[in-house]
Structures are given as C-alpha cells and as structure tokens.
C-alpha cells in the first residue's frame, strides 16, 4: 500500500472509530451534576472586611481597629477604617446579590456597633443599620444567614478572649440581637473560626491582638471561645423567635484521606475527630476528649461546673469553611494516622496557604456528619484568592472559576450520597480587607476598585450565576 492509500485507510477506519466512540458516549448515562430543588446558593462576607466606616454612629473600637493601626501588622500598612465602604453603600452591594440570584447571604454583624464597649446600653443607630440591611435583603428576595462575632472584637472589654467573662458579655450581645432581629432572621450563627481568632491572634501573634502566649494561656482563650458559642445559643434561644435556627460556621480543619481504602478513610476520620478536639468535637461531643487532655496534660484549659452544658448545647447546624485539605495516611503509630505535610510543588492559590485540594469538600462534609450527625449542614465559606488583572476592563478570573467548579463538584458528590448538605456560600461576594494581607490578596468574584469602591462583575460572576440559574455545576 502506498503511503497515500495507507493514510487514507487510516482516516476511514479512524472515523469509524470515533463515530463509534460518539454512539457509545451518546448512549452512557449523562453525568448528573443538578442539585436539589430549593438547595440555597449565596454569598458571605463580614462587617469588619466590608464596613468601613470605623468611627461613624456610635461605633466602639475593635481589637483590629488597633491592630491595622500598629505599624507592620497588616500589609502595607492597610486598615479596614474604609474597606468596601459597604456601611454606606450597602443597597448596592444587595443589588450585585440581586443580580447573581442568590437565594441567601451570609452576614456579620459588628458587636462594637451594637454595644461600643462591649456591653451596657445598646447603641440605637448601630441596630439601625442592620435593621436596613436585613430589611433590604428581604425586599430583593434574599434569606439573610446573620454570624454574631466574625472577629471583630470590642477593644473595650478588659483582657479579650483572655477574660472569661467575654464570653457571658457576647451572651449578652447575641441574645439582645437576636431578641432584635429574628422576626425576619431564622438563621444565625455563633461565632466564626474558633480556630482563626483564637490560634492565630494568641498562639502565632499574626492576628489581632497579635500575642503569642504559653500552651496554657491559649489553651484558656480556646476555652473561653467555645464557651462564648455555647453561651450564645443559649441566649440566642432564650431570645429569639420560635423557629429560629442556631448554628456556627467553623473553620474544622479536615483530613482527607491519601487514597479511599479503608484504613486511609478510618485514618482521615481519626484525625479529624482529635485535630479538633478543642473546636468542634468539644462542641459537638460536650467535652474535652481523653487524648486532648492527655498531651495538654498540665496546660489543659480549666473548666467550671457547667461549661459543657452550654458547650454541647444543641444545634440546629453546622456550618463548615472549607478551603484547604490536611492529607493524612494510616499509620502504626500509636495515633493510627500520619500528617502528609504540604510541600513546596503542592498548587496553590494566590495565598501561599490556599492548597488547591478539591477532595476536601467531600471529605468535609462526610466526615462531619459520620462523626456527629448534624441534621442540616451549610458550607458557610469556599473560595479562593487570585491575581485577578484587569485587561481592558475585564476580570477573566478563570483560575478562581477551576477552583470553584472543582470544589462545587465535590460538595455535590457528598449530597448526592446522601449527606445533609442544605446550603453554599461563595466566599466573596466582593474583594475585601483581608485581615493581615490588608487589601494584597482579593477573594471577591466581584472587583473591588478600592481606590473609587466601584465593583465590577469578575468571569466568576458569570459562572456562579450561571450555576445558581440552572442549579447544577456548570
């Protein structure tokens, strides 16, 4: 055969080979990536990311008013007195909510606005302000999801998270607020990554206030957090409307398996269970796990009589910030498992910390729910942080559009095995004040123009939107 008639025989039996291929494709079940009618899709953000407006109507002093304000604490010297400027400009940040067709938005309230020094008499104008939101929100059709503390505490109150009598002055915050607003509220949570303002402000000093105390101390402050959740669904309950909803949003650091064979999943399990025995599994078990207080020994927090009552108090979910994955295997060890450190190839985002890890999602979801068996679970964060150029006007994120369609894909998985997944929130709805990274690292699927606070839709927009139109990944 010569070289023409073998390339044409080639060509007629390769098409017959992919006419083949498409009949086979065409006959395969379609991969079913819909959720569920009514599942909710949103967007979170946070008052003191997003406000501004630091000084105005009675607002009291947060610790990361100080914070931002003490030179080489945050990037570039940045500070959240601005930010979003969302205090002002709120209608129209419902609006880009509008626009996307979101169902529900995660919010947060600012403790210093209510009570400026923490507690005392209430700040009319600061209940004012969320009266608005939570009033706009509603007229656009928007089911407002409220976190009482994301962070921002009120500098007023004497020792922070280091004085236990914090936690009983949130109590008292959280009740009143939600006395104030749960005839249009039905969703609320406690408090925001225990793990965040607790470790990272007093253990690694990198968060406000910025300390870095011994094992003891911070095991005391870790305390004193989740007592404040446990306090803060009492009085949340107590104050409340009946059929209100109280949950957290937790930032459980979850340990997905190295490979799905059972000694792998039974290891990824453990880890997860212990890992977090100072956050959720104290919250969700009421109490401190033995192999906690063994290797805190003498450092182990100090716990009066009927702490864990409020604690394990009841929830009515759970709300997981899922970003990153921990990779664990099984080991002989006496633990059973063994950390997979990251390492300097593993992909990340354009925060060194954000590993690229979509597993996580499903292995978030389901191990929660083995382990505690939360009626309803809500992913209450995911997102990702990109470089986001602007090219003629033009956001092209598709880098943040793979992270999300991966992450989303991997949330279905979970629901479609049958976990209680109810809800998503895109974390951001804009780029914000990113806490120590100041405004260097942007999370927003809208861009944020902080120099004129113009938002401008970024690819991901258009993704997210196409997503909550036709309820399925795309």
């Known amino acids: 055969m010569d070289r023409r008639n073998f390339i044409k025989a080639g060509l007629t039996a390769g098409a017959g080979i992919a006419a083949a291929s498409r009949a086979t494709l065409a006959a395969a079940a379609p991969i079913d990536l819909n959720f569920p009618a009514g599942f909710k899709w949103g967007c979170a953000t946070a008052s003191y990311q997003i406000e501004g407006a630091v000084r105005e109507d009675g607002r009291g002093p947060t610790n ?76 656009a059709g928007i089911d407002p999801y409220v976190t009482m503390f994301h962070w921002d505490l009120p500098q007023a109150l004497p020792g922070g998270w280091q004085n236990r009598d914090t936690a009983y002055a949130f109590a008292d915050y959280a009740g009143f607020m939600a006395g104030k607003l749960s005839d249009r509220v039905k969703h609320f949570m406690t408090v925001n990554e225990l793990r965040c303002f607790t470790d990272l402000g007093h253990l690694q000093g990198i968060h406000a206030p910025g300390l870095k105390l011994d094992p ?56 997860t269970r212990i890992e977090n025995a100072m956050f959720l ?52 060890g006496p633990s059973g498992y063994a950390h997979i450190p990251h390492i300097a190839s593993s992909p990340r985002m354009a925060s060194p910390w954000l590993i690229v890890g979509p597993e996580v999602a499903y292995w978030g979801v389901r191990h929660v729910s083995e382990l505690w068996g939360p009626k309803v679970m809500y992913i209450s964060e995911n997102g990702a942080s990109a470089d986001d150029p602007v090219t003629n006007g033009r956001i092209d994120d598709a880098d943040r559009v793979m992270f999300l369609r991966n992450y989303v894909t991997s949330f279905h998985r979970a629901l479609a095995e049958g976990y209680p997944l109810k809800g998503y929130f895109l974390w951001s709805l804009m780029d914000n004040f990113e806490w120590a990274d100041g405004y260097t690292k942007r999370f927003g699927i809208h861009y944020t123009d902080f120099a004129t606070e113009r938002r401008i839709p970024k690819l991901s927009a258009a993704w997210y939107k196409e997503v909550i139109r036709e309820n399925r990944v795309v």
Not at 234 to 252: E, F, K, S, W, Y
Not at 258 to 268: D, G, R, S
């Open 64 to 139: 990361w008013d100080v914070f931002c304000h003490t030179p080489g604490r945050v990037a570039n010297g940045d500070t959240g007195d601005v930010a979003c400027d969302s205090y002002h400009r709120y209608a129209d940040d419902i609006q880009l909510l509008k626009n996307l067709g979101v169902s529900s938005y995660r919010m947060s309230i600012a403790w210093s606005r209510i009570f400026p020094d923490g507690r005392g008499t209430p700040n009319p104008k600061g209940v004012d302000y969320y009266n608005r939101v939570v009033d706009g929100l509603l007229a």
């Open 281 to 332: 599994t104290a919250i969700m078990e009421g109490r401190y796990i033995d192999e906690y207080l063994t290797a805190q020994g003498a450092a182990a927090p100090k716990v009066q009589p009927g702490d864990f009552k409020a604690i394990g108090s009841p929830l009515d979910f759970v709300a997981l910030n899922i970003y990153a994955p921990e990779w664990v295997r099984a080991d002989s």
């Open 216 to 271: 003891a101390a911070v095991n005391q402050v870790r305390h004193h957090g989740v007592l404040a959740h446990g306090l803060g669904v009492q009085a949340i309950r107590a104050h409340a409307r009946p059929g209100t909803q109280v949950g957290l949003a937790d930032n459980t650091t979850i340990y997905v398996p190295v490979m799905e064979t059972p000694e792998h999943i039974a290891a990824a399990k453990k880890a």
